[in-house]
T-cell receptor, first 113, second 117 residues
Framework: QKEVEQDPGPLSVPEGAIVSLNCTYS??????FMWYRQYSRKGPELLMY????GNKEDGRFTAQVDKSSKYISLFIRDSQPSDSATYLC?????????????FGTGTQLKVEL | EAGVAQSPRYKIIEKRQSVAFWCNPI?????LYWYQQILGQGPKLLIQ????????DSQLPKDRFSAERLKGVDSTLKIQPAKLEDSAVYLC???????????????FGPGTRLTVL
């Protein structure tokens, strides 16, 4: 079993739709949860970052973490064609040299006009 | 602020040849990472440096891969000899400093796309 599981998609939605992206994980030591966005032929860029359980909102983006279920989500409201990209969840544990990210496989999102 | 720079952007080689990638992190960033991203997968950490010392190289195939970060700034990643399964994008990332922190934002470069024929 992989430490982090993510539905690879592709996911195609109309402009303005609400998008839900999800990851599950098995390592209970993970404390930091991130979402990266990766455009084609570019490096990943950090979108959202959450520590432990709870919700975090930034504009049209909301990140949720449920540690009891080992499940994290990213919601995109009013999706735009510019949101078309691959979304990667990433997680890290505390200590032990810190900051080692374990990534999901990424979900490819296409927002159509 | 300039981002993480990588070169070359693309490289095509034949199996058993050697290849090297170069990374220049964001100025002032003490921590540098090399990741391998195979098509359709998420990035996998190969090696992590704190200044010029290695923090984690547990997933680096040391029989063929090597990396160095002389003077704690630029870094090179080398593959010798290359295999077909090394075809991937090699991403370099940097962050300010991971000491005494659980995590720190990593900034990624555009990557080097390697094709091994």
């Amino acid at each position: 079993q992989k430490e982090v599981e993510q539905d690879p998609g592709p996911l195609s939605v109309p402009e303005g739709a609400i998008v839900s992206l999800n990851c599950t994980y098995s390592n209970s030591a993970f404390q930091y949860f991130m979402w990266y966005r990766q455009y084609s032929r570019k490096g990943p860029e950090l979108l959202m970052y959450t520590y432990s359980s709870g919700n975090k909102e930034d504009g049209r983006f909301t990140a949720q973490v449920d540690k009891s279920s080992k499940y994290i989500s990213l919601f995109i409201r009013d999706s735009q064609p510019s949101d078309s990209a691959t979304y990667l969840c990433a997680m890290s544990a505390v200590g032990g040299g810190g900051n080692k990210l374990t990534f999901g496989t990424g979900t490819q999102l296409k927002v159509e006009l | 602020e300039a981002g993480v720079a990588q070169s070359p952007r693309y490289k095509i080689i034949e199996k058993r040849q050697s290849v090297a990638f170069w990374c220049n992190p964001i100025s002032g960033h003490a921590t540098l990472y090399w990741y391998q991203q195979i098509l359709g997968q998420g990035p996998k950490l190969l090696i992590q440096f704190q200044n010029n010392g290695v923090v984690d190289d547990s997933q680096l195939p040391k029989d063929r891969f090597s990396a160095e970060r002389l003077k704690g700034v630029d870094s090179t990643l080398k593959i010798q000899p290359a295999k077909l399964e090394d075809s991937a994008v090699y991403l370099c990332a940097s962050s300010l400093d991971i000491r005494d922190k659980g995590t720190d934002t990593q900034y990624f470069g555009p990557g080097t796309r390697l094709t091994v024929l």
